[in-house]
């Protein structure tokens, strides 16, 4: 199967998906309890029923259900997400594009971080399995796993932020003197701030790939091919890291394409810990608010990612493996 008719299908599939995603979460959204004008009504004691009335009707929340999504769609379809809910009734596409750009620089980070520390280490432990690296790397790695993120990320800022004042735990650069700084400046302030949440991102990450990179090359090294390898005399590093370490590299396409759409979801907590204007903490303060546009808009964003992520992922398996295009490897 050639592979573009392969893309095709995929990009069939992904469209019912789609829609299926943002059903799913519209519903389920709208159907949890509280409304958006809870947030001015319940306290308010001027506000009576009529007003309330009123503003149900204002934010669309007094049509039924399946009129409201079918409005959010049509705008969707428009490319428009709507407008905010919140007091500055902004489109919630402005809100989104002036937030995303940091979020994605942090995942980037996060993911360059993992690859580089993860597969060597899965390598190494592999490697010598059994050995004190091995079993060491071992407990170390699930500890970093079993570990709640904001747990370690509260951890991190006591110990390098507050006991040894190494690197500031808020904010993405200095808020005195940071208009007087030089580029330079500038980037290693970014660069200090963004130290501990790109650490706090990356962790579970980095524990899991490098789990699923020992036990790919612990299967590789046990082929005939690695055997017939080392019968010919070749130096150990040029059979582990020129033969095994890419047939090993194989099933983490699928693990890489799949992290992306968690590490956006995991920015919920470190943004939100370290007050990084992202679209974690955005995502955080419209669940606050039950800004239903924002949320919806957020839910877009991540459902997209999503989809391309398994598209990325399998495309690399075909353009890998073309047994997979045509059928023979699923």
């Known amino acids: 199967?050639?592979?573009?008719?392969?893309?095709?299908?995929?990009?069939?599939?992904?469209?019912?998906?789609?829609?299926?995603?943002?059903?799913?979460?519209?519903?389920?959204?709208?159907?949890?309890?509280?409304?958006?004008?809870?947030?001015?009504?319940?306290?308010?004691?001027?506000?009576?029923?009529?007003?309330?009335?009123?503003?149900?009707?204002?934010?669309?929340?007094?049509?039924?259900?399946?009129?409201?999504?079918?409005?959010?769609?049509?705008?969707?379809l428009t490319l428009d997400l709507g407008t905010s809910f919140s007091a500055d009734r902004r489109p919630v596409w402005d809100k989104i594009r002036e937030r995303l750009p940091v979020t994605l620089l942090v995942n980037c980070l996060s993911i360059a971080l993992i690859l580089v520390v993860s597969i060597p280490l899965g390598v190494a432990s592999a490697v010598r399995a059994g050995g004190i690296f091995d079993r060491f790397s071992t407990v170390l790695v699930f500890v970093f796993y079993a570990a709640p993120a904001f747990w370690v990320a509260l951890l991190l800022m006591l110990l390098f932020g507050v006991h040894l004042g190494l690197l500031p735990i808020s904010g993405l650069h200095s808020i005195m003197g940071y208009d007087r700084m030089t580029t330079l400046e500038k980037v290693l302030d970014w660069g200090r701030h963004l130290i501990l949440p790109v650490l706090v991102s990356a962790l579970g990450g980095l524990a899991g790939l490098s789990r699923y990179m020992r036990s790919s090359m612990l299967e590789v090294l046990r082929q005939d091919f690695i055997t017939t390898a080392r019968a010919k005399g070749l130096p150990e590093r040029v059979v582990v890291y020129r033969h095994a370490l890419r047939n090993a590299l194989l099933p983490l396409i699928t693990i890489l394409g799949l992290s992306l759409p968690g590490l956006i979801g995991g920015s919920v907590i470190f943004e939100s810990l370290f007050a990084i204007p992202g679209i974690g903490q955005l995502m955080w303060t419209s669940v606050m608010a039950r800004d239903y546009p924002v949320l919806m808009g957020n839910l877009v964003i991540v459902a997209v990612l999503t989809l391309l992520g398994n598209l990325l992922a399998d495309v690399g398996y075909a353009l890998a493996d073309p047994r997979i295009r045509t059928g023979g490897g699923r």
């Open 1 to 76: 199967m050639p592979l573009f008719v392969f893309l095709g299908k995929r990009l069939l599939v992904m469209i019912p998906t789609f829609f299926g995603i943002t059903l799913i979460s519209f519903f389920v959204m709208h159907l949890a309890p509280g409304e958006p004008m809870a947030v001015q009504a319940d306290f308010n004691p001027k506000m009576t029923p009529e007003m309330r009335e009123r503003l149900r009707a204002q934010y669309g929340l007094d049509r039924p259900l399946p009129i409201q999504y079918v409005h959010w769609l049509k705008g969707l």
